[in-house]
């Protein structure tokens, strides 16, 4: 065999085996009915779509997210891909950051709080993320499950979960209102 013919045969299996790196970006991030949407962009494929944790686009599944850093965690089988915010912009609980916090409420208050750079927000928010993504998962367990003699099994699984997961996000809605309410009480840094 020639050269040519090994380097021939070195890109065919370099090909094969090397998976193609698609290239994602994260334009933007919302929060609706309490869930942070992320705005993924496909550079290959050109094209963008909103999606949540546990939903995947081109190939890439939304793992987690973390709101102080504003770094959303990519998984593809795995390989594991941090994104970070294109736009991001960090503040302090500033004059700006303090009418911000009082404009907000609930989930919401709770995500700008983590973004702020409070830890134990931050901490809670990952573990509502997590159980959320884990009722969506077996909800959909449950559905499939329909009319077998596992089903009880689901329904009651989901039970448990949708009840925590309510739980968990009313302590989080809590002690979101109880920091921003002492951060606006207190006295603007001089």
Do not use: C, H
């Amino acid at each position: 065999m020639n050269f040519r013919s090994l380097l021939a045969v070195a890109a065919a299996l370099a090909t094969a085996v090397l998976p193609s790196r698609a290239e994602m970006m994260l334009k933007g991030v919302m929060i609706t009915n309490g869930e942070p949407l992320f705005s993924l962009y496909s550079v290959e494929e050109q094209t963008s779509k909103w999606i949540k944790l546990g939903q995947s686009f081109s190939g890439f599944k939304a793992l987690s997210f973390d709101p102080t850093a504003e770094v959303l965690v990519l998984g593809q089988g795995d390989i594991r891909t941090n994104l970070r915010l294109q736009t991001a912009t960090t503040k302090d609980a500033s004059i700006e950051g303090k009418g911000r916090l009082n404009s907000l409420q609930g989930i919401e208050l709770a995500y700008e709080l983590a973004r702020q750079g409070d830890a134990q927000i931050a901490t809670l928010l990952k573990s509502y993320q997590s159980i959320l993504s884990r009722t969506r998962e077996v909800a959909i367990a449950a559905e499939s499950l329909a009319n077998t003699d596992k089903q009880p099994e689901a329904n009651s699984a989901l039970a448990f979960l949708s009840s925590r997961t309510a739980e968990l996000r009313t302590e989080l809605e809590n002690v979101a209102t109880a920091k921003a309410k002492a951060l606006l009480a207190a006295p603007p840094k001089p």
